[in-house]
Structure formats: structure tokens, C-alpha cells
């Protein structure tokens, strides 16, 4: 399943330099309207339909335009789709699209369990070849890539139509986290970020079809696992039992091939602490905060000497601690005289 950029169904709701981002959505509609919606817009390159009648009807398409890709998020009932030869002909669209399923199942309807994909698979659609395919109730994310940047990088391009990806091969995995991620981001992203996450998507793409990383796209898989590990540090950069051997084996690789990969940050540990100190200095600027010691302050963040801490924390950020605690006492001050409300101090506060 895909979509296009052109339905006049889809309404912008972000401008520039945001990324666009539209939505399609039954929401409230009356179940034949509802209906009505969805085939009109997917019956551009799709016969679609609903496998149970009887279910109330509902979908939402939410999509994001990230240059020369596109990223839609996908709810909707069971249902059919179909695309024969005479619609491609017709249409001429020369896209592959990579479907992760996050719940339910989409596949072949003649085909067999090995042809589902189900929750956490990915599933490829050619749309240059005839498919004829069903879904339960599914939620999926699909990226939708042109031929012509994707086809280069494949083994075998034309062969890719309906096959299933298990979604514990390793690389599919790392693709499916990495698109998971990039949807979750790409409301805050600008036009120039996009631009700049595109070739390693597709590199990362052909990667997870070929089932091997070829010299060229060997770079930007590195550097999307290097991002994936860095959401984990952070997500659990306060947890005591964090390691290099922990961090490793959550995403099985040796702490050699980690290590290598933090080169970069000066080191996995040189993160960590960084990562540490970062959330040490926002609470010493917390105004409700300001009762905890700083060696306080410092064991809640990995510190078991305070002298230690301070000593890392001017190294880090050029100021002590208590220096920024001082001035962020005086920066509320200036921030809660009278009048101040719409100045740029006020924005900066605003800031998270």
C-alpha cells in the first residue's frame, strides 16, 4: 500500500521549513462517506476492498513528504487491494514501497503463512508489477522510494514484489527502528534535515532487501545504528547498570564494533557521562530543584563523589555547578520582572 503526495484529499497542516506533513483521516465521517474517501483516494493505484462489511469502517493516513521519500503511518480495517497490470499501465508509477507491519498481518491472499507479514515483518510492493494482497485490521508504517534511487543499489531489483522480510533478520530489524524513529521525529524535522536522512534510509533500504551491506551503503548502516544506540544510552543514561557489555549485547554487536562506533564521541563512556551531566546541569537550573545539595545532585546522576562531579562538570560546560545555579536564579529574576513577557529572554526560557 502507498500513497501519493497529490490527493487533493490531503490537507497540509505544516509549513515551511517543517517538512509537509498530511493527514487523511475518516475521523467522524459517515461510514459510507468514510468508505467513499478511502477507495476514491486509494482507487488512484489500488482496487481496494473491505474484507468484512459489517465492521464500522475507519482509517488514517498520516504522511510526511521528506523529499525524495515518503513516510506514511497506516490504520485501517481488513481489507483488499489489488493492482493489475491494465492500472499500471495506466498510471505508469515506478515506486517500491517497504511496509513495516505493526499490527496485524498483509500478504498474498493466495498465498500461504510464509507469505504473511505480521506484526514487526516487513513487506516490499513493486508497484511496477501486479499485486493482489490482504490485510486483517493492520497499523503499519510504509516508505515509499523511487525506482530509480533504489533499483541501483539492489541485487536483484526486479524480484522484491510481495516478498516477506522476517522481522528478526537483523538488518530488517534495524530498518524497522530506524523508520519507527524517523516517523516519531519528522514533525519537528525542517526540510534540510529530511534531505539529509534520505540517502541513508535508502542506502539502509537496499541494505535490508539485499540482506548483506555493500561497501557504499556500509557507512550510513553505521550511522544509523550509531543513532539507534545513542536513543538507548540516553533513554537509560541514569540507570546504574549501564555498560558498554549491556549496551552491546541489547543490540547484538561486540563492545568492539560499539567502542568503534562511539570513536566518534570520544568513546562510549565520554557519552555517557556527557549525557549524564547534561540532565545534572537542567536539574541545578530547576527552580524546583534548588533545595537538593549538589551532592545531592550528584549522586542522582551517577557521581558517588561530589569533587568528582565538579570536576567533570567544569571540564564539560566551563562553569561550576554552582555558578549555574546562580545564574539561572538571576535569569528567572530578569525573567519575572514586569513586562518581560514577550521578549527574547522570555523565548529563550520557552526553549526545551
Not at 483516494?41 to 476492498?49: C, K, N, P, Q
Amino acid at each position: 500500500m502507498t500513497e501519493t503526495a497529490n490527493s487533493e484529499l490531503l490537507a497540509p497542516i505544516a509549513a515551511d521549513p517543517r517538512v509537509q506533513h498530511i493527514v487523511m483521516d475518516s475521523g467522524t465521517l459517515p461510514q459510507k462517506e468514510a468508505i467513499a474517501l478511502w477507495q476514491e483516494s486509494l482507487g488512484v493505484f489500488y482496487d481496494v476492498r473491505l474484507r468484512n462489511k459489517a465492521d464500522r469502517f475507519s482509517f488514517r493516513a498520516d504522511a510526511y513528504h521528506l523529499g525524495e521519500i515518503l513516510l506514511t503511518g497506516y490504520s485501517c480495517v481488513a481489507q483488499s487491494f489489488d493492482r493489475t497490470r491494465a492500472r499500471i499501465g495506466r498510471d505508469g508509477l515506478d515506486h517500491i514501497t517497504l511496509q513495516v507491519c505493526l499490527r496485524g498481518s498483509h500478504g498474498r491472499r493466495d498465498g500461504g503463512a510464509a507469505d504473511q507479514a505480521n506484526a514487526g515483518d516487513l513487506i516490499i510492493a513493486d508497484l511496477a508489477q501486479a499485486q493482489a494482497t490482504a490485510t486483517t485490521d493492520h497499523d503499519s508504517l510504509s516508505l515509499t522510494i523511487p525506482r530509480r534511487l533504489l533499483a541501483p543499489l539492489l541485487k536483484t531489483p526486479d524480484e522484491h514484489n510481495l516478498r516477506r522480510i522476517p522481522g528478526n533478520a537483523p538488518l530488517a530489524a534495524l530498518l524497522r527502528n530506524h523508520l519507527t524513529g524517523l516517523y516519531a521525529g519528522a514533525g519537528a524535522m525542517t526540510a534540510d534535515e529530511a534531505e539529509a536522512i534520505v540517502r541513508p534510509t535508502i542506502e539502509l533500504a537496499a541494505a535490508a532487501l539485499n540482506a548483506s551491506i555493500s561497501e557504499e551503503s556500509a557507512a550510513s548502516v553505521q550511522l544509523v545504528l550509531t543513532r539507534q544506540i545513542s536513543r538507548h544510552i540516553d533513554q537509560h543514561v541514569l540507570d546504574p547498570a549501564l555498560s558498554g557489555e549491556s549496551i552491546a549485547a541489547a543490540f547484538g554487536i561486540s563492545t568492539r564494533k560499539l567502542y568503534y562506533l562511539f570513536e566518534a564521541h570520544g568513546g562510549v563512556a565520554a557519552y555517557v557521562t556527557r549525557g549524564r551531566l547534561q540532565l545534572a546541569r537542567a536539574m541545578l537550573a530547576d527552580p524546583t530543584q534548588q533545595g537538593r545539595s549538589i551532592a545531592d545532585v550528584a549522586e542522582l546522576h551517577g557521581f558517588a563523589y561530589r569533587t568528582n562531579f565538579v570536576r567533570a562538570f567544569r571540564r564539560e560546560f566551563g562553569v561550576t555547578p554552582r555558578e549555574v545555579r546562580a545564574h539561572a536564579a538571576e535569569g528567572r529574576r530578569l525573567f519575572e520582572r514586569p513586562g518581560d513577557d514577550t521578549t527574547m529572554w522570555h523565548w529563550v526560557r520557552q526553549l526545551k
